[in-house]
């Protein structure tokens, strides 16, 4: 009996700082949000309780037009980084010998030693009308005058895979490292060719890992705003950009906090539909039989 | 005709010889395994035959043609591999369906193939089942069927039983013998415990560091062994060392390193008085008894323990010389009347005493 309380109160104590972590760093301050977001102002300090804030969401196509637009890019962003991803992960867990193995692996990791802020720097000092790629084009004499390669989506989208690329691989090399080469061998040996064996076999085998790793990428390309904002500027149209406009910029709370939950709420709903259109469920990607 | 031969076959990681030179032909129908201790290149002779690995000189043909262009998924060789390598992804029925669907069979005849292999190895009603839900013995017999559906010239089986307890080892033995009987196809069984090859197989390859030492069948490799590696690997044998005294008529005289002198027969080993010997003697060969007739080497011990194992109990009996010697006895029979401590007085026939020239030390 005695020995079962301790074990309880050892789990409790395990348990705390994390659950104090999520209840007041995750669960409250979004209850807050929505707390926020319902509110409508009458006047100063004067609220009632309304939806007039998502009224006024669906009633402004800016807005809706911002919001699906970055769900698209994040999609399009996703899709990019599982292609240059997946072969990455596959030649470090698979083809690279044993022994190179972690040493490619922390190099894939040392981009993350660089604060984002500084990568994004670095494509602009790349990508500027006087960066070096533009200066480099015009000294080879492709290109007559400067050319200015920031502020449009490509850049976006590029600069985006760029910084979660790396969220891609790492599950997909743990998930293809789990996978016996005589999987693959008797793939080949039962008559299948390279493509059958890479379809029926590898891509199946790496699902759950595929499954994880688009839906971090897709979280954090939906949720970042530094990227966008350096190198897509004012026309990135961004939706984190939105939410920070209305908090900081107009000191409208309560149409920021709105927004804060629309993105939550948005992104969960396309993570949902990419599970249910792939047949995935989000437990086979965490725990493996 | 043969479904399989090897000529002169040959693969080199950088300067080690993995496979030296090995021939082999198999005929149709049979079940013909390889016998070796790890790391004598016999899984690698496995991988060349399904084409993972590039021969470095010789040839291989299925069906008298050489596949060496071929790659795997083009040669009619089906392999069960030793961790079986059952598609985790995949269902049963769609495992075995798997190959069937690469050669881009219809799927009435997918579905009908499938049934009737399944039927075969009498697993009728596991189609829909995750392969998870199998024991370990179905799991081996699906990994079979899987192949078989394919109809394969050659099964090639890579140590397939390691992975399975003792007691489902020795019934999957027995099961695999009959499959193959049932299939009639020719199966190559790569092994290292040799009573998988000496139960199963109709015709055995000893393989030892890349070279094959002897092909036989079970009984001419128990019986006469062509080399002491043989010898030694394959059952169990008393060893002695010795030197040679004086040959006459294919008979060897030789005065062990316990000083007791034994006559062995020594066929066709290069032996010359003078010559360290190596000496072999199965235990199921030494008989208690008192008589001794011209033919024979006589020792005289104490019994030392008896090790019982049903059919296959032991005496350990210390000779005279201070040496250990296994004797087979008969453990079943209830009275027997051997017990530790009893004087012994062993003997064999020369006929069943093997030697060898020893390896240079």
Same mark, same amino acid.
């Given at each position: 009996?005695?020995?079962?309380?301790?074990?309880?109160?050892?789990?409790?104590?395990?348990?705390?700082?994390?659950?104090?972590?999520?209840?007041?760093?995750?669960?409250?301050?979004?209850? +807050?949000?929505?707390?926020?977001?319902?509110?409508?102002? @009458? +006047?100063?300090?004067?609220?009632?309780?309304?939806?007039?804030?998502?009224?006024?969401?669906?009633?402004?196509?800016?807005?809706?037009?911002?919001?699906?637009?970055?769900?698209?890019?994040?999609?399009?962003?996703?899709?990019?980084?599982?292609?240059?991803? !997946?072969?990455?992960?596959?030649?470090?867990?698979?083809?690279?010998?044993?022994?190179?193995?972690?040493?490619? !692996?922390?190099?894939?990791?040392?981009?993350?030693?660089?604060?984002?802020?500084?990568?994004?720097?670095?494509?602009?000092?790349?990508?500027?009308?006087?960066?070096?790629?533009?200066?480099?084009?015009?000294?080879?004499?492709?290109?007559?005058?400067?050319?200015?390669?920031?502020?449009?989506?490509?850049? @976006?989208?590029?600069?985006?895979?760029?910084?979660?690329?790396? !969220?891609?691989?790492?599950?997909?090399?743990?998930?293809?490292?789990?996978?016996?080469?005589?999987?693959?061998?008797?793939?080949?040996?039962?008559?299948?060719?390279?493509?059958?064996?890479?379809?029926?076999?590898?891509?199946?085998?790496?699902?759950? +890992?595929?499954?994880?790793?688009?839906?971090?990428?897709?979280?954090?390309?939906?949720?970042?705003?530094?990227?966008?904002?350096?190198? +897509?500027?004012?026309?990135?149209?961004?939706?984190?950009?939105?939410?920070?406009?209305? *908090?900081?910029?107009?000191?409208?709370?309560?149409?920021?906090?709105? !927004?804060?939950?629309?993105?939550?709420? *948005?992104?969960?709903?396309?993570?949902?539909?990419?599970?249910?259109?792939?047949?995935?469920?989000?437990?086979?990607?965490?725990?493996?039989? | 005709?043969?479904?399989?031969?090897?000529?002169?076959? %040959?693969?080199?990681?950088?300067?080690?010889?993995? &496979?030296?030179?090995?021939?082999?032909?198999?005929?149709?129908?049979?079940?013909?395994?390889?016998?070796?201790?790890?790391?004598?290149?016999? %899984?690698?002779?496995?991988?060349?035959?399904?084409?993972?690995?590039?021969?470095?000189?010789?040839?291989?043909?299925?069906?008298?043609?050489?596949?060496?262009?071929?790659?795997?998924?083009?040669?009619?060789?089906?392999?069960?591999?030793?961790?079986?390598?059952?598609?985790?992804?995949?269902?049963?029925?769609?495992?075995?369906?798997?190959?069937?669907?690469?050669?881009?069979?219809?799927?009435?005849?997918?579905?009908? $193939?499938?049934?009737?292999?399944?039927?075969?190895?009498?697993?009728?009603?596991?189609?829909?089942?995750?392969?998870?839900?199998?024991?370990?013995?179905?799991?081996?017999?699906?990994?079979?069927?899987?192949?078989?559906?394919?109809?394969?010239?050659?099964?090639?089986?890579?140590?397939?039983?390691?992975?399975?307890?003792?007691?489902?080892?020795?019934?999957?033995?027995?099961?695999? $013998?009959?499959?193959?009987?049932? /299939?009639?196809? %020719?199966?190559?069984?790569?092994? =290292?415990?040799?009573?998988?090859?000496?139960?199963?197989?109709? =015709?055995?390859? &000893?393989?030892?560091?890349?070279?094959?030492?002897?092909?036989?069948?079970?009984?001419?490799?128990?019986?006469?062994?062509?080399?002491?590696?043989?010898?030694?690997?394959?059952?169990?044998?008393?060893?002695?060392?010795?030197?040679?005294?004086?040959?006459?008529?294919?008979?060897?005289?030789?005065?062990?390193?316990?000083?007791?002198?034994?006559?062995?027969?020594?066929?066709?080993?290069?032996?010359?008085?003078?010559?360290?010997?190596?000496? /072999?003697?199965?235990?199921?060969?030494?008989?208690?008894?008192?008589?001794?007739?011209?033919?024979?080497?006589?020792?005289?011990?104490?019994?030392?323990?008896?090790?019982?194992?049903?059919?296959?109990?032991?005496?350990?009996?210390?000779?005279?010389?201070?040496?250990?010697?296994?004797?087979?006895?008969?453990?079943?029979?209830?009275?027997?009347?051997? $017990?530790?401590?009893?004087?012994?007085?062993?003997?064999?026939?020369?006929?069943? %005493?093997?030697?060898?020239?020893?390896?240079?030390?």
């Amino acid at each position: 009996m005695l020995q079962k309380d301790a074990q309880r109160l050892s789990l409790l104590l395990l348990l705390t700082p994390f659950l104090l972590w999520i209840l007041l760093l995750v669960v409250l301050p979004q209850l +807050g949000i929505v707390g926020i977001s319902l509110r409508e102002k @009458v +006047g100063p300090r004067q609220f009632t309780f309304g939806l007039a804030n998502y009224l006024a969401f669906v009633q402004e196509p800016i807005y809706w037009n911002t919001l699906l637009r970055t769900a698209v890019m994040s999609i399009l962003v996703t899709f990019l980084a599982l292609l240059v991803g !997946f072969p990455v992960a596959y030649y470090i867990a698979k083809i690279a010998p044993y022994r190179s193995q972690t040493a490619l !692996f922390l190099l894939c990791l040392v981009p993350l030693w660089v604060s984002d802020l500084v990568r994004a720097f670095g494509w602009i000092v790349l990508l500027r009308e006087t960066g070096l790629i533009s200066g480099a084009l015009q000294a080879i004499g492709i290109i007559k005058g400067p050319i200015e390669l920031l502020y449009n989506d490509a850049t @976006v989208v590029v600069g985006l895979v760029y910084t979660v690329v790396l !969220f891609m691989i790492v599950p997909l090399v743990s998930t293809l490292n789990g996978m016996d080469n005589s999987l693959l061998e008797a793939g080949h040996n039962l008559g299948g060719s390279r493509i059958t064996v890479f379809r029926r076999i590898v891509v199946p085998y790496a699902m759950p +890992g595929i499954v994880a790793g688009c839906i971090i990428v897709f979280m954090m390309t939906a949720g970042s705003y530094l990227t966008p904002i350096l190198l +897509g500027g004012k026309n990135s149209m961004w939706f984190t950009e939105q939410i920070y406009d209305q *908090f900081i910029t107009r000191y409208n709370w309560e149409s920021g906090a709105t !927004f804060g939950v629309l993105l939550l709420a *948005f992104t969960s709903f396309v993570v949902w539909l990419g599970l249910r259109l792939t047949g995935q469920k989000l437990a086979t990607t965490v725990a493996k039989d | 005709m043969y479904d399989l031969q090897c000529e002169n076959l %040959t693969k080199r990681f950088g300067a080690f010889t993995a &496979v030296d030179g090995v021939s082999l032909e198999i005929p149709g129908g049979s079940f013909f395994s390889i016998l070796g201790p790890s790391g004598c290149g016999k %899984t690698t002779l496995m991988r060349m035959i399904a084409g993972f690995e590039d021969p470095s000189s010789g040839d291989i043909k299925i069906k008298g043609r050489s596949v060496l262009g071929s790659p795997p998924n083009k040669r009619n060789v089906k392999m069960v591999f030793q961790h079986l390598a059952l598609f985790p992804m995949m269902n049963v029925g769609e495992n075995i369906a798997y190959g069937l669907r690469c050669r881009g069979a219809s799927k009435a005849d997918i579905t009908r $193939k499938v049934g009737a292999v399944l039927e075969r190895i009498g697993l009728p009603d596991v189609a829909q089942k995750q392969i998870h839900q199998l024991s370990g013995g179905q799991k081996q017999r699906i990994a079979i069927a899987r192949c078989m559906v394919l109809e394969p010239d050659v099964l090639l089986l890579d140590e397939p039983l390691g992975a399975l307890d003792l007691k489902l080892r020795e019934r999957m033995k027995i099961e695999l $013998k009959l499959l193959q009987h049932q /299939f009639d196809t %020719t199966f190559l069984y790569i092994t =290292h415990d040799q009573s998988e090859a000496l139960v199963m197989s109709d =015709h055995v390859a &000893v393989m030892n560091a890349g070279k094959f030492e002897q092909i036989g069948t079970p009984q001419e490799l128990y019986h006469n062994p062509r080399t002491a590696f043989v010898a030694g690997f394959v059952g169990d044998s008393n060893r002695w060392h010795g030197k040679v005294n004086r040959i006459s008529n294919g008979e060897a005289e030789i005065v062990t390193s316990g000083g007791d002198t034994i006559v062995a027969n020594c066929g066709a080993s290069a032996l010359s008085p003078g010559d360290s010997a190596e000496i /072999f003697v199965r235990p199921d060969c030494i008989a208690f008894g008192g008589v001794r007739r011209e033919t024979q080497n006589t020792l005289t011990g104490t019994v030392d323990s008896l090790l019982f194992n049903g059919a296959n109990s032991r005496a350990l009996v210390r000779i005279d010389s201070r040496e250990l010697i296994e004797v087979a006895i008969n453990g079943v029979d209830r009275s027997s009347p051997i $017990k530790p401590g009893d004087p012994a007085h062993l003997n064999w026939a020369f006929a069943d %005493t093997q030697c060898f020239p020893a390896k240079e030390r």
